[in-house]
């Protein structure tokens, strides 16, 4: 991890970084908007109160199906998509620093991966049941292939690669036989993703499951098919071109992209759990939609007074998001003594400055919201003193 602060010490930086650096186009102010937007629902949906009692939109569809929840993971790798466009761009053009880019590439991708792995290890450290899918774990991986495939290819072939691995999904789900169970199937515990999981990770799965993980194996490869949409879009943004243009297309293309997900959940149904092919074309154009969007008010219209409650979360996305899950571990070690026994400090808190005054769904609720601003002032301070945290 790299902390980055308003006043850093002398640090000579290699010829290479040098070289990207000068070629990296301005920060997209928007583009930092968009994902602060999307880690702050992160923080909302993973943070209630109780589990049982949360409202319908911030719940997971049961199956098959999109909640706004649903929309939070892939507009994060979407965004991921497009960050790699613009970061990547100067070593893009000098071929002979490639390998050296893929390293870095390969070696924050298995950051992401290994901070994942630390969350679900924490606090008990239990390897032989650890799960090892996840949500850092996705983030990490799919960067790493997103990015490499950047570096080595044009638009043309990263348009016939994101076709391939939505189509070629879509096969082995809806046609390739299941060993040992059958017929192609999408029922949660005995579709071809499943199975995969089971054969190759059992016992080291979502908890919940135990037989199959929402960011399981075989679902990944249509997960970086989200990022590379988000590569496209943003080669797209950086074009010398007149932003009404920009924003016009990208708008014409979230709208098709929308309606080929809806058309193609009548035969392949939209599940986040199993990222199908229509659930990467449906809410990736909705990621374009709101990109182009944010784009805009912010970058093109200049309206940026109501900006800074989300850029403060899009400026140290991965930091929050892992922070917002190591504390709750963190205070469930902390035992309270109470009248009615000893309960851990986050139960402790809940029930006595949440429950006690509110129904139970707006006490959940509640609680996430505390987090959300909670967070939003540790954030603020950090973005007041420059200090970002870049893995």
């Known amino acids: 991890m ?63 199906g999109c909640t706004p929840t649903d929309l939070v993971f892939p507009f994060f790798l979407f965004i991921v998509g497009v960050s790699i466009a613009y970061a990547l761009s100067g070593a893009r053009q000098l071929p002979e620093t490639h390998s050296a880019t893929i390293l870095r590439v390969v070696r924050r991708g298995l950051t992401l991966f290994a901070l994942g792995l630390f969350l679900a290890l924490f606090p008990k450290f239990d390897f032989e049941t650890v799960r090892i899918p996840g949500v850092l774990q996705r983030i990490g991986v799919v960067f790493i292939i997103a990015g490499i495939i950047f570096l080595k290819t044009e638009r043309r072939t990263q348009l016939a690669i994101i ?17 040992g169970i059958g017929g192609a199937n999408l029922q949660p515990t005995t579709n071809l993703a499943a199975w995969l999981d089971n054969t190759l990770l059992p016992g080291h799965l979502w908890k ?62 939209i599940n ?34 109501f900006t800074t409650p989300f850029l403060v979360y899009g400026v140290n996305a991965i930091t929050v998001f892992f922070l917002s899950g190591i504390i709750p571990r963190i205070m469930a070690l902390i035992r309270v003594n109470t009248s009615a026994g000893e309960v851990d400090s986050k139960t402790f808190l809940y029930e006595t400055f949440y429950t006690a005054h509110l129904s139970p769904y707006n006490a959940s609720l509640a609680w996430a919201l505390t987090w959300i601003f909670f967070w939003m002032a540790v954030l603020y301070m950090m973005y007041r003193k420059n200090i970002i945290i870049k893995v």
């Open 272 to 305: 986040k759990s199993l990222w199908t092919s229509s659930y990467v074309l449906y809410t990736g154009g909705l990621a374009m939609l709101g990109l182009g969007l944010c784009y805009w008010l912010i970058d093109v219209k200049g309206y940026q007074r």
């Open 163 to 179: 076709a391939t691995l939505l189509i070629g999904y879509w096969a082995l789900m809806m046609f390739a036989p299941v060993p």
């Open 208 to 269: 919940s499951t135990k037989v199959w993980d929402p960011e399981g194996i075989l679902s990944t490869l249509p997960a970086v098919a989200t990022a590379l949409l988000g590569v496209l879009v943003g080669q797209w943004l950086k074009k010398k071109d007149e932003p009404g243009n920009k924003i016009a297309w990208l708008m014409v293309w979230g709208v098709i992209c929308t309606c080929l997900g809806m058309v193609w959940d009548l035969h392949f149904p």
């Open 2 to 64: 790299n902390i980055v602060s308003s006043s850093p010490a002398p640090n000579p930086e290699a010829n290479l970084k040098d070289t990207e650096a000068k070629r990296i186009l301005p920060r997209l102010k928007s583009l930092d908007v968009f994902r602060g937007i999307t880690v702050l629902a992160m923080i909302l949906v993973n943070n209630p109160g109780n589990w049982g009692k949360i409202y319908a939109p911030l719940r997971h569809a049961a199956w098959h």
